[in-house]
């Protein structure tokens, strides 16, 4: 097999996973079973106000239901999570639902971690300023459990991310405060995962097509990570299989096709186990400070990440066209580097999404170089492929084609 040995170690818990056209129904066994009594449901206020999303979740929920959180936001931030902790006392929450996009996991993420603590809003969020990763708390979180309705790949995670409630306005230095923090712990994988694609559907098309250029990067990356393994290649490939036949037909579904059971399925494969590296590192670091999603940053920077890569190292490019539906035969291995990047910006472009930084709410070219700073220091580039270790200059070049 191209780029493993065979020699690996695999340990990975995730919840359990329920798919299928309905399945919300059964949240309130799954509830049952994690000894949930009251669930309270952590949303946004558009996905709050959408009967088509939350009714079935609600019915699903049932006699745990404890109530509804609808304060979430896509910046994440701190003070929401701890509004949301507030609650959960109010109501005495025994178990929490995230239901939405990752801004609303991640947010649900967050008060289950930040529940089993005593610690202050304050305390906390200087620590994340100056670490960028709170500690873990000693009690064991509330069951969590999500309800993902767009295609970021952020269900099944033990960690995520929150923006402080006093960001800087520009990049500082790579010592300084950050924007974002990380909250990240084993135990917050989720309890049970229910990837429905009929909520799915439900969500505003823009909100799908950006969130799905994430979960298919994470396919990408994962296939040429030095943590890959041939369980990670078997997930990684089969979602990439399925997202290259599926994600350019989202903005145009046909009455009637399976689409969007399709490419909801392809997103749970490529994040299962993945191994993010370097894109994500770039994709990271710009949001530290930028109010971008991350959807839009992976459209954006993927084609440059690639072709850096491509130009130090195999890249595992004939694994990755196999999932792109590239065909090999009597292709170059300069060849197929091409045309893997462009069927990624062929992807890209049908899925509507910018091309350039300067064509979106980011950084100005002249803060480039302290972004690539917070860039290198990413603690996703462990995970780089083994030939390659970027430098600044490395980063700030693959900024700057991307401008």
Known sequence: MEGSDLSFEFAYQPGRIVFGRGCVNRLNEMLAEEGVSRGLVVCGRNVG?????LGPVLDGIGDRLAGVFDRTTPEKRLQTVYQGIDRMQEDDVDGLIGLGGGSSLNVARAMAFLSATDRAQDNVEEELKQTGRATPPEHSPVPLFVVPTTLAGAAISDGGSVTLSSAPATPPETSGPRRV???????????????????VETAPTDVLASSAMNGFDKGIETLYSREQTPITDATSLRGLELLSDSLPNLRNVETGSNTYDTVLAGVVLTEYACRINLLHAVCHGLSYYYPLSQGVTHGVMAPHVLRF?????SGRRRLLARGLGISTEGRSTEELADVVVSRVE???????LPTTLRAVDGPDKNELEQVAETIVVHENFERNPPTISPTHADVESILMAAW
């Open 181 to 199: 923090g990380v909250v990240a712990d084993e135990r917050l994988m989720p309890n049970g995962l229910v990837f429905d694609p009929s909520l």
């Open 346 to 352: 062929c992807v890209r472009d049908r899925l509507g």
């Open 309 to 313: 890569v491509f130009d130090r190292a």
């Open 49 to 53: 106000a959408n009967e088509r999303t």
